[in-house]
């Protein structure tokens, strides 16, 4: 029971409001459990607590009864009779208490009128206020069948009054029993109203305890775990969740559904909790700290009178599970394609350098005494020397490109025109055996950016060489260079075969060839282009390629330029990385 504040912070109205509690479960609560609504235990109980002290005192009062004492025993049994109804009522039965009442109410009128030796109307009075008290009483106390039947008798008894009393006529008694009939009928009206509404409340609780039987019987039997919030707070849960969240189904009641949702994903949760039957992946935490994904989904349900919200969960462990499975398989597909993309191309890459060479070997025992011979082939196999190494070095930059690993980088501010020049210079000689030219139209105002200028270099001569694969003989590979507001632009413009549209969303993928390409600018190992764009994200660019069929394709790199503040930040960590690596 709740405590009004003023009562709460005053120790003497405290003190007397518990003692108002003590004594009212002393003399009213039941000591028994009883199916009867504890409102009519209550009301019962108190009707007898009132009715013992207005017998005694009635026996003080001089009210004309006879002055033998004979009323004196009379309230004497009543009173006794009241106590026996108090204690049935209080030991749980209410129904013989409630019954041994009314017959006590309804008789002490006409014993009343028998005792009486005062004038006739003065009686008829008596009996016409004496005979409501019963009605009431019964009203109150049991149904519409004991208000009418008490009503009756009160009626039947006042009409045979003539009978009983021989000085009365039914002239006398015509008053009375029009006010009583009055009254009955009044009583009788609300009794009925009052029948009828506990009959639908009755339909109404036996539809509802129907409703809440089928939903609980569903509620447990059901294999998806279900609970049922009032606030966020837990109502009621179905085994299947305490079996999800690895507790006592006992424990969750009261809990606040909160607890088992991941931090991370409480405010997900409570918004998506608002949008009813939204279905939304979130995180679970069971009780021992297990995480797992879980989709849930929220309506509002209608149970034992309230207006709750039934969140029902579905475990996507499972499914999570076979869809990382899934992806897993397709990543290993990928590789496994991958590796023979790599192993037929390396094959073939490998194959050809080493027939050379062992071809040149052969020529070199034949032709030892042919010295200009010799040393030709000679340089042919430095050649595919440097052809392997090359390669090689290639594999290492991009096995350290996929982990992203700078670390070998020194940056520095420069000017890309001068690393250009230098690309430019050591390609010529591969452009010149394919009667190829190349040229450079180097822009002016270029600002410094930041570079490592062996890598960057590294990036440059792999977008000539690819360049060149792509153009005939006789072809021109022109490069460009010029700044923009927010980065220094490099164009690779060839006027080869161009590029397939369907081919163009996967050439910077490693091991990939078109079948334009009549030869390949890395020897075939499909890298250059994906070593390129790995370079140029590593000096925070970008590499954009456009192509048309029969015209030649442009590359275009894109490198930004930086604050100064930028600029000393970077460099800054630089020198730190490179103090470390002294140290």
């Known amino acids: 029971m709740n405590i009004p504040t003023v009562v709460r912070n005053n120790p003497v109205l405290y003190r007397l409001h518990q003692s108002i509690q003590g004594l009212w479960r002393l003399l009213v609560e039941p000591l028994v459990p009883s199916p009867v609504p504890i409102t009519q235990i209550h009301l019962l109980s108190l009707m007898l607590i009132l009715l013992v002290p207005v017998l005694l005192t009635s026996m003080l009062w001089d009210v004309g009864v006879s002055a033998d004492g004979t009323y004196d025993t009379y309230a004497l049994i009543n009173v006794g009779l009241a106590f026996i109804a108090y204690i049935l009522n209080r030991m749980g039965r209410y129904y013989p208490s409630a019954y041994l009442l009314t017959a006590m109410l309804t008789a002490m009128p006409y014993v009343l009128l028998l005792m009486r030796h ?106 998806e775990p279900v609970v049922l919030v009032d606030q966020w707070v837990i ?58 994904p879980v989709e849930v989904r929220t309506k509002l349900h209608r149970y034992r009178g309230l207006d709750l919200r039934i969140v029902a969960i579905h475990d996507m462990s499972w499914s999570k599970q076979a869809s990382d499975r899934q992806i897993e398989l397709a990543i290993e597909r990928e590789k496994v394609g991958v590796l023979q993309r790599f192993i037929g191309n390396m094959s073939h890459d490998l194959r050809t350098p080493l027939t050379v060479m062992k071809t040149s070997v052969y020529l070199m025992k034949r032709l030892k005494d042919e010295p200009d011979r010799m040393t030709a082939q000679m340089d042919t196999l430095a050649e595919q020397v440097i052809h392997l190494q090359q390669l090689f070095d290639d594999l290492l930059s991009m096995s350290k490109l996929d982990k992203a690993d700078t670390s070998d980088y020194r940056f520095r501010m420069g000017l890309v025109n001068d690393v250009i020049v230098q690309a430019v210079d050591e390609e010529r000689r591969v452009a010149a055996l394919r009667g190829q030219t190349i040229s450079f139209q180097a822009g002016e105002k270029i600002p410094n950016v930041l570079i490592d200028v062996d890598e960057f270099r590294r990036m440059i001569r792999h ?34 075969v161009g590029i397939n549209p369907a081919d163009l969303p996967h050439i910077f993928d490693r091991f990939y060839h078109t079948n334009s390409m009549h030869d390949s600018a890395d020897g075939g190992t499909g890298l250059s282009l994906n070593i390129a764009r790995k370079i140029a994200q590593a000096h925070g660019g970008i590499i954009e390629v456009s192509s048309e069929i029969g015209k030649g394709s442009i590359f275009s790199v894109h490198i930004p330029i930086l604050t100064n503040d930028k600029a000393l930040e970077m460099l800054g960590g630089v020198n730190r990385n490179e103090s470390d690596d002294a140290d």
């Open 118 to 223: 005062d004038s006739d109307n003065e009686r008829i009075m008596v009996v016409m206020v004496s005979v409501m008290p019963s009605i009431i009483c019964t009203y109150l106390l049991l149904g519409l069948r004991e208000t009418v039947i008490s009503a009756s008798a009160a009626l039947f008894s006042l009409a045979l009054m003539p009978v009983i009393a021989t000085s009365l006529t039914l002239h006398d008694v015509m008053i009375p029993i029009y006010f009583v009939t009055i009254m009955v009928a009044l009583i009788i009206s609300a009794a009925l109203v009052r029948h009828r509404q506990v009959v639908t409340i009755q339909q109404k609780g036996q539809a509802l305890e129907e409703s809440e039987s089928r939903f609980r019987d569903l509620f447990e039997a059901t294999f």
């Open 235 to 292: 109502v009621d849960a179905n085994p299947a969740l305490a079996e999800l969240l690895r507790t006592p189904l006992t424990s969750l009641i009261g809990r606040n559904v909160r607890d088992f949702v991941h931090p991370d994903d409480q405010a997900q949760f409570i918004g998506m909790a608002m949008e009813l039957n939204r279905a939304q992946d979130i995180r679970a935490v069971a009780a021992d700290g297990h995480i797992f």
């Open 463 to 496: 977008l000539i060489r690819n360049g060149l694969g792509y153009t005939l003989e006789d072809g021109t590979l022109t490069l460009r260079s010029y700044a923009r507001e927010s980065d220094v632009v490099i164009d690779v413009i060839d006027t080869g």
